[in-house]
């Protein structure tokens, strides 16, 4: 195993980081970050499919939120909603890319890393359903009286 060498990053931006130049502030950064999420989405949104489905659920989703006239609280519900779902398919995404990156074998703790993370975005989309149900069942339902 390789060993381990320990560097003192001080948090006062010590000589270290400003050595290296990391961290460096002003606008080039701050545009930089912005191309460096704007990467990130186009990545997972052209290799993740289940990412370019929520997209898609989230186009009509929003449409139905316009179809049925929704109060500015149900919109902030389905929106929230929306966007949970989006940012663990990215933590899932991230994190299915780093145990790729460390391991290309099988190995039970990839897996396991693999699957809760997983099980989040599960546990997001069953979330989101129920607040979009609790949002739009009403008006369904009030369309067929």
């Not at 990391?22 to 701050?30: A, D, H, T, V």
């Not at 389905?78 to 190995?107: C, K, P, Q, R």
């Not at 897996?111 to 069953?126: H, L, P, R, Y």
Request: hydrophobic share 55%.
């Amino acid at each position: 195993m390789a060993s381990k060498k320990k560097v003192k990053v001080e948090i006062s931006r010590g000589k270290y980081v400003e050595s290296l130049e990391l961290k460096k502030l002003g606008l080039k950064r701050i545009g930089k970050s912005f191309k460096f999420s704007f990467d990130g989405l186009k990545y997972a949104y052209l290799h993740e499919q289940s990412l370019a489905l929520h997209v898609i659920a989230m186009i009509i989703v929003i449409a139905c939120g316009f179809g049925f006239h929704i109060s500015a609280i149900q919109w902030v519900i389905t929106l929230v909603m929306g966007n949970l779902i989006l940012v663990t398919e990215l933590i899932n995404t991230s994190i299915e890319a780093v145990v790729d990156l460390v391991t290309g074998e099988y190995h039970p703790l990839a897996k396991v890393a693999k699957d809760t993370a997983s099980a989040a975005c599960f546990v997001a989309n069953i979330t989101a359903f129920g607040m979009w149900m609790v949002v739009f069942l009403p008006k369904i339902i009030a369309l067929f009286r």
